[in-house]
């Protein structure tokens, strides 16, 4: 295994997490609501977004904010902080993918080291992102269940959908970029001594 495979491994991985996560934040389907009522207004079929909820019909459902109770209020919170902390790892790792870029071309050890650290602080973001909308999505449910009932919640069935999917593979992606990182930083001696040797 050498330096440049192992760099443009990082450099793909690094890619493919900021693919995954900018695909996840621009969807709408975190979260699948099959609503099996048949005495309900609702539509049947919704999905939940880092932005609201969506029917099929694609129409926005919105609530009075003056009605909100306190674990409501706590629930918006929860939802600004999550639409802070994901766009955010967004943005840190387009700068994180610049600064490999020029740790990997000046061959720093000490840079691919900041830049493997860098690649770690954004996965640890976009893994609270992600932790905080299961929390999230969990408290709704609960505040669900207690205006609706346990026998009318038991006919709605919930299920985290392929947005979720993309934001846990992103976070996978940012680890393996980190470790790959880690692991060229490594390989940067014994890839100076192999030049430096190369003429003899």
């Not at 699948?32 to 019909?57: A, Q, Y």
């Not at 610049?98 to 973001?125: D, G, N």
């Not at 299961?134 to 207690?146: G, V």
């Not at 976070?171 to 190369?198: C, H, K, M, N, W």
Request: charge should be negative; proline fraction near 3%.
């Amino acid at each position: 295994m050498t330096f440049g495979y192992v760099v443009v491994g990082a450099g793909l991985t690094g890619v493919l997490s900021f693919s995954c996560l900018t695909l996840a934040i621009g969807s709408e389907y975190w979260y699948i609501i099959e609503d099996k009522r048949t005495n309900h207004t609702d539509p049947p079929h919704m999905h939940s977004g880092l932005w609201g909820v969506t029917d099929e019909d694609d129409q926005s459902h919105t609530k009075d904010p003056s009605r909100h109770s306190e674990s409501e209020k706590q629930m918006e919170i929860m939802h600004r902080v999550i639409a802070i902390l994901l766009p955010l790892s967004l943005v840190m790792l387009v700068f994180g993918g610049i600064c490999s870029l020029v740790s990997s071309l000046a061959r720093s050890r000490t840079l691919l080291i900041a830049s493997a650290s860098y690649f770690l602080l954004c996965s640890l973001l976009t893994l609270s992102g992600v932790s905080l909308y299961i929390r999230y999505s969990q408290t709704a449910m609960e505040e669900t269940e207690k205006r609706m009932g346990r026998e009318q919640m038991a006919q709605v069935h919930t299920s985290f959908g392929w947005s979720m999917d993309m934001a846990w593979l992103s976070f996978l992606l940012e680890v393996i970029t980190g470790l790959l990182l880690l692991l060229a930083a490594r390989l940067v001696p014994v890839y100076q001594y192999e030049d430096s040797v190369a003429p003899i």
